[in-house]
T-cell receptor
Framework: NAGVTQTPKFQVLKTGQSMTLQCAQD?????MSWYRQDPGMGLRLIHY???????DQGEVPNGYNVSRSTTEDFPLRLLSAAPSQTSVYFC????????????FGPGTRLLVL | AQKITQTQPGMFVQEKEAVTLDCTYD???????LFWYKQPSSGEMIFLIY??????QNATEGRYSLNFQKARKSANLVISASQLGDSAMYFC????????????FGSGTRLSIRP
């Protein structure tokens, strides 16, 4: 199993550009989430999904869109990039069971100029 | 609303000593799960230990144990016999209720082990 994969590893955008961060998992996990981690801070939840076709907002959803058409994939779209969205983005997945930890991808480092 | 607080931004500990990382949480639910993760300088998130709110015993995983005090709403991580490789950021996290999809994180504690 590859676990949770994220692409790209690193991206530079100009203000106003749009892009999609890709996330895929091959563990058949129901739950998937996107977090952002700013320097020296913890992870803040952007959006999450409890299954294909179902998504919901986390703590900091503004400026981001998600969709989940399959169990495996959970892309995160930046609609119009802003310097405030410079961050490291983590995707995570888990099973729908109490006590189950989340499995994290390696992260995408995004720089918005 | 659920909240996780880690009050120690940074700690320095001598190698081979035990260290306690503090975590307090706020929740109105009786059913929740608490997690600790380690993030080394390479950036990946590594799961360390889990404690369910209904678990009567404190969780242990090798050198890691979780000092769970439900009435005080605290879930401190104890690392015994610290090693140089323990130097990292440590995050406390909570899932409420227990089987929910959302997990929220504290701001983290940076642990540095001195040789």
């Amino acid at each position: 199993n590859a676990g949770v994969t994220q692409t790209p590893k690193f991206q530079v955008l100009k203000t106003g550009q749009s892009m999609t961060l890709q996330c895929a998992q091959d563990m058949n996990h129901e739950y998937m989430s996107w977090y952002r981690q700013d320097p020296g801070m913890g992870l803040r939840l952007i959006h999450y999904s409890v299954g294909a076709g179902i998504t919901d907002q986390g703590e900091v959803p503004n400026g981001y869109n998600v969709s989940r058409s399959t169990t495996e994939d959970f892309p995160l779209r930046l609609l119009s990039a802003a310097p405030s969205q410079t961050s490291v983005y983590f995707c995570a997945s888990s099973r729908r069971l109490a006590g189950e930890t989340q499995y994290f991808g390696p992260g995408t480092r995004l720089l918005v100029l | 609303a659920q909240k996780i607080t880690q009050t120690q931004p940074g700690m320095f500990v001598q190698e081979k000593e035990a260290v306690t990382l503090d975590c307090t949480y706020d929740t109105s639910d009786q059913s929740y799960g608490l997690f600790w993760y380690k993030q080394p300088s390479s950036g990946e998130m590594i799961f360390l230990i889990y404690q369910g709110s209904y678990d009567e015993q404190n969780a242990t995983e090798g050198r890691y144990s979780l000092n769970f005090q439900k009435a005080r709403k605290s879930a401190n991580l104890v690392i015994s016999a610290s090693q140089l490789g323990d130097s990292a950021m440590y995050f406390c996290a909570m899932r409420e209720p227990m089987g929910a999809s959302k997990i929220i994180f504290g701001s983290g504690t940076r642990l540095s082990i001195r040789p």
